[in-house]
Structures are given as structure tokens and as C-alpha cells.
């Protein structure tokens, strides 16, 4: 079974930019279909970004469209979110998820990763 460990969060100041990791471990990776998420305090997981098994599919939620781009690189087992044009609304806590089913920005995957926290200021 495929784990998930993030990394790339941190604080920028608006309009700056970050790049997130997710790595996985174990077998079968390239059979994922992978998604980010994020979580502010009080609110409820909201979806971010999906990408299908192979990335040549991908899925964004309206409030990231033009500013993010997830993509992965299934011989290094990781999946990226790149985000441009960070806003203080995209503050909160992001991690990514995998399932064998697809479920585009629903909240329903098997697999999440522990998180790592994106802070913009204004």
C-alpha cells in the first residue's frame, strides 16, 4: 500500500510562489489516480487539483484555475502542485491523496498524506 509524505509548504507574502511534494512509497504508484486538498481552520477539505494515472488528465477547482499546475513523475513516485499568484485566501493546511477510483475534488480517497501548511500574508 502506497504512503504519502508532503513537503514544500511554508510562508510567502501575496503574489509569491511555492511548489508541494508529495512522495510515495510502495508499489503500483503509476496506478493512482492523485489529488490535492486543503483545509483552513473551521473549514470544511476543499479540492484543489486532480490529476488522472498517467497526468494526462487534470481537474482544477475554480479557485485555483490559471494560478496552479499539478503534475507528477510517476518514475520518481511524486506528485507537485505549483502554485503561482498565492493569495491569502490560499492559506491552510494542503495534502494530497490517491485512490484506484477516481475521484476528482471529492473528498472519498483511500490514501492521504499527513500535510504540510501553506501560509501567504498580505
Known amino acids: 500500500q502506497v504512503q504519502l509524505v508532503e513537503s514544500g509548504g511554508g510562508s510567502v507574502q501575496a503574489g509569491g510562489s511555492l511548489r508541494l511534494s508529495c512522495v510515495a512509497s510502495g508499489t503500483d504508484y503509476s496506478s493512482y489516480y492523485m489529488a490535492w486538498f486543503r483545509q483552513a481552520p473551521g473549514e470544511e477539505r476543499e479540492g484543489v487539483a486532480f490529476i488522472s494515472t498517467g497526468g494526462g488528465a487534470t481537474y482544477y477547482a475554480d479557485s485555483v484555475k490559471g494560478r496552479f499546475t499539478i503534475s507528477r513523475d510517476n518514475a520518481k513516485n511524486t506528485l507537485y502542485l505549483e502554485m503561482n499568484s498565492l493569495k491569502p485566501e490560499d492559506t491552510a493546511m494542503y495534502y494530497c491523496?490517491?485512490?484506484?477510483?477516481?475521484?476528482?475534488?471529492?473528498?472519498?480517497?483511500?490514501?492521504w498524506g499527513q500535510g504540510t501548511q501553506v501560509t501567504v500574508s498580505s
Open positions: 491523496a490517491a485512490d484506484f477510483i477516481s475521484y476528482l475534488l471529492y473528498p472519498r480517497y483511500k490514501l
